[in-house]
């Protein structure tokens, strides 16, 4: 079931600005993750004085049999374990993560696990609660006005890549039925970073922090390693009239 939607507390702003980092599809676990660009970014967002992570899915790589011999530790609770060990732990930033439909939705495929309160359970049993659940495959954020309120929309798609990095995110806006756009679409799943104006939303794929498993190098399918750093722009009555995205790039 889709989770409410969340509204920004107005401390997260500055007058009238909304500053956060956005990463996606770590895949920990798999021996391909990249905990140094992850821990980079953490560490160049608190340094930019960000106190909020979005996260778009696919946080652990899960357990299929495609990945068995690829993964350093199998299971729902050795991976959310490991995870809580070494996602970036900064005082001043929190992460808002939701659950895609595949590697941590396998196991609420199969076995119908809330994956993501166990993640978030996992975090505090070690005292941390900087990493909290918003919602299954997508949640939406609203950004506060005096008279209305923009939503931007956090998902974590489906399907393969496209012929073309933006094709995937132009057909999900021009899917939504009238009065479903949101004003920011921030996408998970791809593995790729882009920037779009699709039908008026200002659409992000969020990329990642973990290099080319060998499935995706079967399908020739490339990872674009890294996160974005995005700044947000509301006026008074709600509206998002600026949007800058900073993408910052590994290899």
Not at 109 to 136: A, P
Not at 157 to 163: D, K
Not at 229 to 235: G, V
Request: charged share 25%.
């Amino acid at each position: 079931e889709k989770s409410d939607p969340i509204i920004l507390p107005k401390k997260y702003l500055e007058g009238n600005t909304f500053k956060f980092l956005l990463v996606a599809d770590n895949h920990i676990a798999n021996k391909h993750e990249r905990l140094d660009v992850l821990n980079a970014l953490f560490d160049i967002a608190d340094g930019e004085g960000i106190t909020t992570c979005y996260q778009l899915g696919n946080m652990i790589d899960g357990d299929h049999h495609f990945n068995k011999h690829e993964v350093v530790c199998r299971g729902l609770d050795a991976q959310s374990e490991y995870l809580a060990q070494v996602w970036p732990k900064k005082k001043s930033i929190t992460t808002f993560f939701i659950t895609g439909d595949d590697h941590e939705g396998w196991y609420i495929n199969r076995e119908g696990v809330n994956v993501g309160s166990y993640i978030q359970t996992k975090f505090e049993q070690h005292g941390r609660k900087d990493f909290q659940f918003i919602g299954h495959v997508e949640a939406d954020i609203l950004l506060p006005g005096k008279k209305t309120q923009s939503v931007m929309r956090l998902i974590h798609a489906g399907g393969g890549t496209a012929y073309a990095t933006s094709y995937s995110t132009q057909k999900i806006v021009e899917s939504y039925q009238g009065g479903e756009k949101p004003r920011i679409l921030c996408v998970g799943h791809y593995h790729k970073a882009n920037f779009d104006y699709a039908r008026e939303v200002y659409t992000y794929q969020g990329g990642c922090t973990c290099d080319q498993t060998t499935f995706m190098r079967k399908k020739k399918l490339a990872a674009h390693v890294g996160g974005w750093i995005i700044e947000l722009t509301i006026n008074d009555d709600g509206m998002v009239i600026r949007s800058k995205g900073d993408w910052i790039p590994f290899y």
